[in-house]
């Protein structure tokens, strides 16, 4: 019997998370189908595993057909066991809400990095993450707290007021208060900020129940629609401005890409000019002087840093048309994230394709998980 070593190495098992219970349901499915197809090779093999729009979890067969049409497409109900002494295991779920040993469905024990590309609510927001901690399973993009403050814009506003960038005016609202005394808050935001005033839920993405508001005849109808969404409501001051994007991808020490601008098919960068007109167009590299240019970059990596962010973020600005001050907008943990989604394509510009940044984000997610290991969990 012969003791050599087989010199071929392991394929890396990564399994792609998606779907989930989110208005970003179908952004999500998009979104997974790209990666999935581009990790997948001699080197990678990808396992799907589904979230349903009520939060079920399913593996095998094919999760993504069973989500994108509704057939069972050989999916089985499974939860993951947030149990480190055997990282990532999933077991399948029988009648009753049993868990036994998966049979014919994956063990994310064999995992060795998840990739959820899960937009908005649980999932972009720190529970996914929250969960595969507990489970000591490496995952990419960020960890529990920048995921959440990513995802809520009023922390995450207070958060960039606290690293001293700078944020257009804005103010809080909470769902409870305004339902309870909405004249005091009309009156609080017409004092506060001018029209026209964006409103929107503090916990949403992909502009799901925003509204510009231009007068004061809009504003009630505006808060109403944010609060559905979310308890808490943003309002902010609009500025007529260029919109301005960038890519952050790293963990420690980021690099960031050329900046691209969105020009919308509509008044503003709505749900529909996003991912429905056509005549959106994305101009990148964005036509900026070299100062703004620098600004954007250096700002960007400012961003993600205060939240502790890793892996990946994209990250927004607005650029006064009037006086060509720059305002930071957000930072977007889980960015759509297509071939031809604005973080990809920066990508593509500034020299990094589709595929390698795919496997990119699998070795920082491994890298991250290395060091969060490395934390002591024990006195002495």
């Not at 995802?151 to 207070?158: G, R, Y």
């Not at 420690?252 to 749900?271: F, H, K, Q, T």
Request: proline share 6%; with cysteine.
């Amino acid at each position: 019997m012969s003791d050599t070593v087989d010199p071929t190495p392991r394929r890396l098992r990564v399994g792609v998370l998606f779907g989930g219970r989110s208005t970003e349901h179908d952004v999500s499915l998009a979104s997974a189908r790209a990666v999935m197809d581009n990790l997948q090779g001699d080197d990678v093999e990808v396992v799907p595993i589904g979230i349903t729009r009520d939060g079920q979890w399913i593996a095998g067969g094919d999760p993504w057909q069973a989500l994108s049409d509704g057939t069972p497409a050989g999916s089985a109900p499974v939860a993951l066991l947030p149990d480190p002494s055997h990282p990532g295991e999933l077991m399948r779920l029988e009648r009753g809400g049993h868990a036994v040993a998966a049979q014919g469905a994956p063990r994310l024990a064999g995992l060795d990095v998840i990739f959820p590309v899960l937009h908005g609510t649980y999932g972009e927001d720190g529970t996914v993450q929250g969960l595969l901690d507990m489970a000591d399973v490496a995952y990419v993009g960020c960890g529990v707290m920048a995921s959440a403050v990513g995802m809520d814009k009023a922390m995450m506003k207070t958060v960039f007021t606290a690293a001293g960038l700078p944020i257009v005016p804005y103010l809080t609202i909470p769902r409870r208060q305004w339902e309870t005394n909405p004249d005091a808050f009309v009156a609080q935001v017409e004092a506060a900020l001018r029209y026209p005033v964006f409103v929107k839920p503090a916990n949403s993405g992909s502009s799901v129940g925003i509204s510009k508001v231009r007068d004061a005849s809009e504003l009630r109808a505006a808060l109403d629609l944010a609060a559905s969404y979310d308890r808490k409501i943003v309002v902010e001051q609009g500025i007529d401005a260029r919109e301005i994007e960038v890519s952050v991808l790293g963990n420690d020490d980021p690099d960031v890409s050329l900046p691209g601008e969105i020009i919308p098919a509509r008044e503003w960068y709505d749900y529909d000019a996003k991912y429905i007109d056509e005549e959106t167009c994305l101009v990148i590299p964005a036509r900026l002087p070299q100062a703004t240019t620098d600004a954007v970059r250096r700002l960007a990596v400012a961003a993600f840093k205060a939240v502790d962010g890793s892996g990946l973020s994209r990250v927004d600005f607005l650029l006064d048309r009037q006086t060509g001050e720059l305002w930071l907008s957000e930072i977007n943990t889980m960015p759509g994230f297509t071939p031809t989604s604005m973080y990809a394509r920066l990508w593509e510009a500034s020299g990094v394709g589709y595929a390698e940044l795919c496997r990119r984000l699998v070795h920082l997610a491994v890298e991250r998980h290395d060091d969060r290991r490395r934390n002591r969990t024990e006195r002495g």
